[in-house]
């Protein structure tokens, strides 16, 4: 089952952020993590005491009326979201009135004051562990005995990007300027979320990986969900291929039905796929994306099940790179809410109606491009500047008017 958790929680590096650590990862890395040094308090005069109390009574009095506010505006949120669900699934006329039309409420009370009694943290706890590139391949090698033929240039990876894109579909509009978003313009075929810009002190910041920066979890479930495509495009072009160079493709064909396999053996459920995906061996099917021949099918079917999903949904105009965008980063139920809605509504609508909580608070993006016009707009700006940069450039002349 397609669903990406962005339309619950939270594209490009922001979605990544959102989406990573998964459910497990971060409580096994805490337990795995030494406590931080902390320093005894010294003794606390007892007016430091009473101030703190004080304080820490008008911020918890503070923090329970927004709380209190947020659970009724976020449960309507839900409430109205369901509400639509069954009015598209019944062919129902939806209304404007099917959302909620006010911004989330915004805690602005006191901070929470820090306790003088408390020990004293010297330093913070370690970040928790990202796997990188290096932990893709070395999985692939271990429990698939996999090593993906690497691009011997980065334009050879665009090329057959390209084509692929251009056989699902897409256009060449959608597939740079979405290029340009999620991978910042000039991110080559392995950039990974949070590397997009070599800096010292850079970290990956989620396992979001490519031009259209996959998860694991969408590598893992692209596969069982259209491993059999792959397999067949593949044969295909092995049929067409001489000597050795069918014998190699035949063998990585072979690797490929186990990964499909194995994406398959659990049920076709997001979360299901997600646990998977994050396990040590399933890290290993992430690896794909470096790989010169299933790579760009990977990253070409991700938009390519958003293009088909409006087809289905009735929409028959082609999707603008930020309407398909939308799609990518929300999932295909909130983005195509968004894209068929009428143009004025846009301009009212928060974007608040298609997250979770959680995934609103995290997303500064979409609080401060806080209703559906803005946030499309902020991403058509955004797309206009990063399709100027040499890697969107490269990308763009490579498929054929």
């Given at each position: 089952?397609?669903?990406?958790?962005?339309?619950l929680c939270?594209?490009?590096a922001?979605a990544a952020?959102?989406?990573?650590?998964?459910?497990?990862f971060?409580?096994?890395?805490?337990?795995?993590?030494?406590p931080p040094a902390?320093?005894?308090?010294?003794?606390?005069?007892?007016?430091?005491?009473?101030?703190?109390?004080?304080?820490?009574?008008?911020y918890?009095?503070?923090?329970q009326?927004?709380?209190?506010?947020?659970?009724?505006y976020w449960?309507?949120?839900?409430?109205?979201?369901?509400?639509?669900?069954?009015?598209r699934h019944?062919?129902?006329?939806?209304?404007?009135?099917?959302?909620?039309?006010?911004?989330?409420p915004?805690?602005?009370?006191?901070?929470?004051?820090?306790?003088?009694?408390?020990?004293a943290?010297n330093?913070r706890p370690?970040?928790?562990?990202?796997p990188?590139v290096a932990d893709f391949?070395?999985?692939?090698?271990?429990?698939f005995?996999?090593v993906?033929?690497?691009p011997q240039?980065?334009?050879?990876y665009k090329?057959?990007?390209?084509a692929?894109a251009?056989?699902a579909?897409?256009?060449?509009?959608?597939?740079?300027r979405?290029?340009?978003f999620?991978?910042?313009g000039?991110?080559?075929?392995?950039?990974?979320?949070g590397?997009?810009?070599p800096?010292?002190?850079?970290?990956?910041i989620?396992?979001?990986l490519?031009?259209n920066?996959?998860?694991?979890?969408?590598?893992l479930?692209?596969?069982?969900?259209?491993g059999?495509?792959?397999?067949?495009?593949?044969?295909?072009?092995?049929?067409e291929l001489p000597g050795?160079?069918?014998?190699a493709?035949?063998k990585k064909?072979?690797?490929?039905?186990i990964?499909?396999d194995?994406?398959?053996?659990v049920?076709?459920d997001w979360n299901?796929?997600?646990?998977?995906?994050?396990t040590?061996?399933?890290?290993?099917?992430?690896a794909?994306?470096?790989?010169m021949?299933?790579?760009?099918?990977l990253?070409?079917q991700?938009l390519r099940?958003?293009?088909?999903?409006?087809?289905?949904k009735?929409?028959?105009?082609?999707?603008?790179?930020?309407e398909?965008?939308?799609?990518?980063?929300?999932?295909?139920?909130n983005g195509?809410?968004?894209?068929?809605?009428p143009a004025?509504w846009?301009?009212?609508?928060?974007?608040?109606n298609?997250?979770q909580?959680?995934?609103?608070?995290?997303n500064?993006?979409?609080?401060?491009?806080?209703?559906?016009a803005?946030?499309?707009?902020?991403?058509d700006a955004?797309?206009d500047?990063e399709?100027k940069?040499q890697g969107?450039r490269?990308?763009a002349?490579?498929f054929?008017r």
């Amino acid at each position: 089952m397609r669903r990406h958790p962005f339309c619950l929680c939270g594209g490009g590096a922001l979605a990544a952020l959102l989406l990573w650590p998964p459910p497990g990862f971060a409580a096994a890395s805490a337990a795995d993590s030494s406590p931080p040094a902390s320093a005894a308090a010294p003794s606390t005069p007892a007016a430091a005491i009473a101030d703190y109390r004080r304080k820490l009574e008008a911020y918890t009095a503070a923090r329970q009326k927004y709380e209190g506010e947020a659970e009724v505006y976020w449960s309507s949120i839900a409430d109205k979201r369901r509400l639509r669900n069954a009015k598209r699934h019944s062919n129902k006329e939806i209304l404007i009135e099917d959302y909620v039309l006010s911004q989330p409420p915004v805690y602005a009370g006191p901070p929470k004051p820090v306790d003088p009694s408390a020990p004293a943290e010297n330093e913070r706890p370690p970040r928790a562990y990202v796997p990188v590139v290096a932990d893709f391949l070395q999985s692939a090698a271990k429990y698939f005995n996999f090593v993906p033929r690497l691009p011997q240039s980065e334009i050879e990876y665009k090329r057959a990007y390209a084509a692929a894109a251009a056989a699902a579909g897409l256009t060449r509009d959608q597939a740079v300027r979405i290029y340009g978003f999620e991978s910042g313009g000039n991110g080559k075929y392995d950039v990974q979320a949070g590397l997009e810009h070599p800096r010292p002190g850079a970290h990956a910041i989620s396992p979001a990986l490519g031009y259209n920066q996959l998860l694991a979890t969408n590598s893992l479930e692209l596969l069982a969900e259209k491993g059999d495509g792959f397999l067949r495009t593949l044969r295909a072009q092995a049929g067409e291929l001489p000597g050795d160079a069918r014998s190699a493709l035949e063998k990585k064909i072979a690797v490929l039905k186990i990964m499909v396999d194995f994406g398959r053996s659990v049920p076709d459920d997001w979360n299901q796929h997600d646990r998977l995906a994050n396990t040590a061996k399933g890290l290993g099917i992430h690896a794909l994306n470096l790989d010169m021949d299933v790579g760009p099918l990977l990253q070409a079917q991700k938009l390519r099940d958003s293009v088909v999903f409006a087809r289905q949904k009735g929409y028959g105009a082609t999707l603008t790179a930020a309407e398909l965008e939308m799609m990518n980063l929300t999932g295909d139920g909130n983005g195509i809410d968004m894209v068929m809605m009428p143009a004025a509504w846009r301009e009212r609508i928060p974007t608040a109606n298609f997250f979770q909580q959680g995934g609103y608070e995290r997303n500064p993006v979409a609080i401060r491009n806080n209703v559906v016009a803005k946030l499309l707009a902020a991403t058509d700006a955004t797309m206009d500047q990063e399709v100027k940069l040499q890697g969107a450039r490269d990308l763009a002349a490579l498929f054929v008017r």
